[in-house]
């Protein structure tokens, strides 16, 4: 494709229910994304930058400049053969992974329409069928998360992540597997915990889990090797793993078992094989995380999730968990066996409802000629 143009929008979308972490509550969000103007195409890509710099760095009005001053600059005009050029031509600025991912992502749907392809083809994936687990955030009570687990366990969901903080975990985890003693359960404290709480985490062995994800500091590994030491739960690395050099260095100290991959935390679906390749040489499964995107980094994270590795559910679920209405069609459905079927149609399988996104849009602007 060459990049004739590029338009960066914000949108904003209410989200059914709050969603709740270990630090903050989001009940709106915003949403950043980029569309790849040229040969007669329009490309998308999704920015999963938060509305604040609270989960990591970076953040929507972040890569918004970043984007506008640096990142669209480096690619508008460029004609790409394949999307894989992409990260070289950023590579000179530093960080800025989930705005870089936003513009390399829309370059693959773009390879992929361009190719007659799938994208999960494209990326080298293998599934025709994705596992389904949900993200539960923190409720107002206890009750209320029993009975969100609940419904998702009816609807199929195949694992249950929730998330916890100091004073919502072991009296929540407790409840969970008094009504659910065999269910796969997993629980994310998005670096809630410090290493002097070790006594507390060993508490949590108790429960079984599948995992327990991030307990530590976002940007650490050598501390979450000396926790892994002392629990028998399996750590999973979340926010610190930024690129494969990350993963490599978390499995080769031993501070998880398990990694997340996040294409945007990681820069870009590059990346993300990457860092699925490293957890394969190390025999280490991963899994495909969620920022609670729309259709568009939802039909990323599916095909995405279709690598050999991407061995247990990850975090993407239906459309409608998160939206009254979602900006693709058809929506993101998950069967009562808790899969989604991957789309076998050129590009990402799912139209971009440019009218309602239009309706949506709260600030834009047009790199290049239209
Ligand atoms: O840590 O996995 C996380 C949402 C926002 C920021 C961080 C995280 C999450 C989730 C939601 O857990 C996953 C989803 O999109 O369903
Ligand atoms: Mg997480």
């Not at 990260?87 to 390399?104: D, F, S, T, Y």
């Amino acid at each position: 494709m060459k990049i004739e143009a590029i338009t960066l929008r914000e949108i904003r979308m209410p989200l059914v229910h709050f969603f709740e972490t270990s630090f903050g509550r989001t009940t709106d969000r915003a949403i950043l994304l980029v569309t790849l103007h040229g040969g007669g195409l329009n490309a998308w890509g999704e920015c999963v930058a938060g509305e604040n710099p609270f989960y990591s760095s970076e953040w929507v009005d972040s890569a918004w400049v970043t984007i506008a001053r640096f990142l669209a600059p480096a690619v508008l005009g460029k004609d790409f053969s394949t999307a894989r050029e992409c990260p070289l031509l950023l590579a000179h600025v530093k960080g800025h992974r989930m705005a870089k991912a936003a513009i390399e992502n829309a370059l693959w749907a773009a390879e992929a329409e361009e190719k007659n392809v799938p994208l999960w083809k494209l990326l080298g994936g293998t599934r025709r069928q994705i596992e389904c687990g949900v993200s539960i955030g923190i409720q107002d009570s206890v009750e209320q998360l029993l009975e969100k687990v609940e419904t998702e366990l009816a609807a199929g969901y195949r694992r249950i992540k929730v998330k916890v903080k100091p004073g919502w975990d072991v009296k929540v985890l407790e409840r969970i597997r008094a009504k659910w003693p065999a269910i796969l359960l997993s629980c994310d404290a998005n670096s809630a915990y410090r290493l002097d709480d070790v006594e507390h985490l060993k508490r949590f062995d108790e429960f079984h889990l599948l995992m327990i994800e991030q307990p530590l500091w976002n940007d650490d590994f050598f501390f979450h090797a000396r926790l892994q030491e002392q629990i028998k739960t399996a750590i999973c690395l979340d926010e610190s793993i930024r690129h494969a050099r990350d993963a490599e260095a978390a499995l080769q100290v031993g501070a998880c078992r398990i990694v997340n991959i996040k294409v945007g935390r990681v820069g870009g679906f590059s990346e993300a094989i990457r860092v699925h390749d490293v957890g394969s040489a190390h025999q280490v499964p991963v899994w495909c995380g969620g920022m609670l995107e729309t259709g568009i980094g939802r039909a990323h994270n599916i095909a995405l999730s279709t690598l050999e590795n991407f061995r247990l559910p990850g975090d993407v679920s239906a459309s409608k968990r998160y939206w009254k209405q979602d900006i693709i069609e058809p929506e993101v459905e998950v069967s009562r066996e808790g899969l989604i079927n991957v789309p076998d149609s050129p590009g990402t399988g799912y139209r971009v409802r440019e009218d309602l996104i239009e309706r949506l849009t709260v600030r834009k602007e047009v790199f290049g000629c239209r």
